[in-house]
């Protein structure tokens, strides 16, 4: 037994006894693994269907099936630490959700905090929509842990996944579509592995279309409620968004109006909680019920005009060369080509390689299948609900897949559909059709199972060569700039601390000012430098916290001790915040000034 292991001690053919490389050991398991297929087919069919029928053990399964998966890989990618500017948002309002408060009161010194996305007049929020501030806030309230919250997020799409196409197709291929969206979605996916968000919206996408064909077939109010449900989720998750959601549901209803009458009320009454929510949150956040954090951030600091995506800031994310250049790309087209008809379509047309992301590659070759199903009414409607999405998201400059995360299970419908079509393909009486769909559906495996299996081996030489060429899987890795080290070095220092982050003059977007919902309760509290004169108020404000120095443009990145204070000002009283009246105007940092 112990020699079966040393074969596989390196992937290198003159590194182990029989002379195997990396491409020996990939081949010969597909072969292993297409022969066991073929030999046990019939019994996996046979459990499968048997399986597929009951649909909340199924569910139950597939909601595990993800969250076991990632928890598996913790040993090599541990619990993903955000590190990117939206990222820290989301963080700042799933902390403070977390607190039972949906804003925070505005920092006497709050010249000393201002930082992307992040509001500090009239109040201290993010400027971001309560959806995935509330899954964050659930997973910190019972697991103590922000991240949970994405882990759950994910667990919910997976199992209303396969409840959503148990209203469009058979209970066997709904659970192959749930299947497939483990692989897409589950462990390896950005989603999962990021706070951005993504799977809020895929959650309220599944609700909504899960509940269309139901409501055409039995009518019951309950489904009516499910509705209003995903609507009002999407409407807290993506606000703009949510306009080509509910148009898409009048869409699907155009051929027979009058039984949206009949359901409307119930998805309304469903909806109106979301609404005043979102209300709320404006008035709490903006002092206006009408005024978004979001429009509030543009009224205050402008458009980023010069927002310039390179790679730096996605350095923690294992990317392949070609995701880098995306942010540069968008950028690009952002800057190089003013508004208009030509503009849009490239856009259009440059976005394309991000539908990538929701198709394992070998599903690209059942797509065209889908053709043949658009005379039925249902299907056509998916493929125009899919290009209003496209058509209506396009007309922000930037892009990014959890924008348009409510169709997630739409594109598993058509996967799903493809293959349901490709399996009843007979070609001279011969049913081949159903062996290409089992051969798709195990390439679709095995790519899954290559990748995962790669992550969760632990052989770091083979692994970092080989991340490389993964397509658009994101699991977090690495410490760039020191980052994790800096973190962890000042949350095991004795006592609190307070960080002066002093930027060269070549900085980037990337950003270290970041705080938690309660600045002053903090372990660290990060701070920009505003020269001696102002930061001496900062440490007078904190006399019991140990001042640092960060330079995060340094090479190697700097942390030193910040110079201690004469002994005559650290005897002094800490200086009183004065009354709003009193305070000195401050303007805050301009987007535009930052190169």
Not at 40 to 51: D, K, N, P, V, Y
Not at 144 to 161: E, T
Not at 387 to 416: D, K, M, Q, R, W
Not at 503 to 517: C, K, L, Q
């Amino acid at each position: 037994m112990f020699y079966l292991f040393h074969l596989f001690r390196s992937f290198l053919p003159l590194h182990n006894p029989i002379g195997f490389g990396a491409s020996d050991f990939i081949e010969l398991a597909i072969a292993i693994a297409l022969v066991s297929l073929a030999l046990t087919w019939r019994s996996w069919i046979g459990f499968a269907s048997a399986l597929a029928s009951r649909t909340a053990l199924c569910m139950l399964i597939l909601a595990a099936l993800p969250v076991v998966l990632r928890l598996m890989l913790l040993p090599v990618h541990p619990i993903p630490t955000p590190m990117v500017t939206d990222e820290m948002s989301y963080v700042l309002l799933g902390d403070t959700l977390s607190h039972f408060r949906l804003t925070n009161p505005p920092h006497p010194l709050h010249q000393f905090f201002e930082t992307y996305f992040v509001l500090h007049q009239p109040t201290y929020s993010s400027i971001y929509p309560l959806g995935q501030g509330i899954a964050l806030a659930i997973g910190k309230v019972i697991f103590h842990n922000l991240w949970a919250g994405v882990a759950l997020q994910i667990a919910a799409f997976c199992a209303l996944c396969y409840w959503m196409l148990r209203g469009w197709t058979t209970p066997g291929w709904a659970l192959v579509g749930g299947l497939l969206a483990v692989m897409e979605f589950g462990p390896l996916n950005q989603w999962m592995n990021t706070f951005w968000g993504g799977g809020v919206s895929a959650v309220a996408g599944a609700l909504t279309f899960g509940a269309l064909p139901r409501l055409r077939e039995s009518g019951r109010m309950r489904d009516a409620v499910i509705l209003g449900a995903g609507l009002g989720l999407q409407l807290l998750a993506r606000p703009f968004e949510s306009i080509f959601l509910l148009m898409s549901v009048l869409l699907y209803f155009l051929p027979a109006p009058r039984s949206l009458l009949k359901f409307a009320p119930a998805a309304i009454l469903t909806v109106l909680p979301a609404i005043g929510l979102t209300l709320l949150q404006n008035y709490r956040v903006t002092g206006s019920p009408t005024t978004l954090p979001y429009m509030q951030s543009r009224y205050q600091y402008g458009i980023p005009t010069t927002f310039v995506f390179q790679a730096e800031p996605m350095a923690h994310l294992k990317l392949t060369r070609e995701q880098q250049l995306d942010y540069d790309l968008q950028s690009y087209a952002h800057q190089s080509n003013p508004p208009g008809i030509r503009a849009y379509f490239a856009r259009l047309a440059n976005r394309a390689r991000f539908y990538r992301f929701f198709f394992l590659a070998p599903l690209y070759l059942v797509l065209p299948a889908v053709l043949f199903t658009l005379r039925d009414f249902r299907y056509l409607w998916v493929v125009l609900t899919l290009c209003l999405f496209s058509a209506g998201t396009n007309l922000y400059p930037f892009f990014f897949t959890h924008y348009i995360a409510a169709e997630a299970c739409l594109f598993v419908l058509l996967s799903v559909v493809g293959l349901q079509q490709l399996s009843v393909l007979t070609i001279r009486g011969q049913n081949t059709g159903a062996d290409a769909a089992r051969v798709i559906l195990f390439l679709c495996v095995a790519h899954f199972v290559f990748w995962y299996g790669l992550h969760l081996s632990g052989n770091q030489d083979f692994a970092e060569y080989m991340w490389r060429y993964e397509t658009w899987d994101v699991v977090n890795h690495g410490n760039p700039d020191n980052y994790l080290s800096i973190h962890n070095r000042l949350n095991e220092a004795p006592g609190r601390q307070l960080v002066f982050v002093r930027y060269g003059p070549s900085h980037t977007i990337r950003e270290w000012v970041f705080n938690d919902a309660d600045i002053d309760r903090a372990k660290v509290v990060w701070a920009r430098d505003l020269g001696e004169p102002e930061n001496d108020k900062l440490r007078r404000y904190y006399p019991d916290r140990t001042a640092w120095l960060l330079e995060p443009d340094a090479n190697p990145v700097a942390l030193v001790l910040y110079q201690a204070l004469p002994d005559q000002i650290t005897q002094q009283e800490p200086e009183k915040p004065s009354k709003p009246s009193e305070k000195k105007a401050h303007q805050p940092l301009k987007f535009e000034e930052v190169k």
